[in-house]
């Protein structure tokens, strides 16, 4: 059985930094192509970050340069760099895998895993 369970939430200020881990099991991260993405109060799914099996890394607009996806395959855990903290960052982060398609497309339905999310809220 597959499980992503995400840690690292909490609520800071604008401006700090934040990391998210994503403990993945029942899978091998170095395997499987892996993302975030998030989801604030009455708005859609929005992509965030992922990083494909190969390695490449992908991000979404708003976080850019900010922002910055890594795994650790022997720890088998997935992470998310969160500097420059904005007040539109607050939102649940959410962990997702899946072994053929490269999480981008913010569609719950387009990929197999997910964790159950992470409250990320940044006061301004």
């Known amino acids: 059985q597959v499980q992503l369970v995400e840690t690292g939430g909490g609520l800071v200020q604008a401006g700090d930094s934040l990391r998210l881990a994503c403990v993945a099991s029942?899978?091998?991260?170095?395997?499987?192509?892996m993302g975030w993405f998030r989801q604030a109060p009455g708005k859609e799914y929005e992509f965030v970050a992922s990083v494909s099996r190969t390695n490449s890394n992908y991000y979404g607009g708003s976080v850019k340069g900010r922002f910055t996806i890594s795994k650790d395959n022997a720890k088998n855990t997935v992470y998310l760099q969160m500097n420059s903290l904005k007040p539109e960052d607050t939102a649940v982060y959410y962990c997702s895998g899946d072994r053929d398609q490269i999480p981008t497309t913010p569609r719950r339905n387009n990929y197999a895993y997910w964790g159950q999310g992470t409250q990320v809220t940044v006061s301004s």
């Open positions: 029942g899978l091998r991260v170095a395997d499987t192509h």
